[in-house]
């Protein structure tokens, strides 16, 4: 077993603690519908694949998460996220992530209001890029959702 210096640790902590933030701070913006903000935290060149059920969406690319985002958020009133679990493997300046999010939606279709309740996982691939970790990769798999109108 390599023993790592305290140095070594307290970087490692530093890097877990700012994926922590990368993860939180992106839903935030996300709960303001910020588009804009929210593709600033991918890379470049940055993958977002969306699974819900059989239906799996892929946007590439700062521009492309930001339309798709767009698109997403465009018809929705409300939006919040509640995060979870947020497990981290550190390796320089790559990292993997797991994390729970459960994500309430509210819209209107067809003139009548619903709300929406989505179980997601993040499996999230960082980068760290000029002191920044940046997302490289996201696969947002929906595990369960509810639907249903609401008066309001």
Known sequence: MQENSLADRVQMLEDKMALKELVDTFSLVSDRKDNVAQASFFTENGTLISIMGETTTTFQGRKGIEEGFAAILEPLETVYHHNGQL????????????????????????????IRTIWANYQDEYVKEDDRWLIGKRIATVAWEERQEINH
């Open 87 to 114: 497990l981290t493997t550190v390796n320089g300046h790559f990292a993997t992530g797991y994390s729970y999010c459960l994500a309430t939606l509210i819209g209107k279709e067809d003139g009548r209001s619903y």
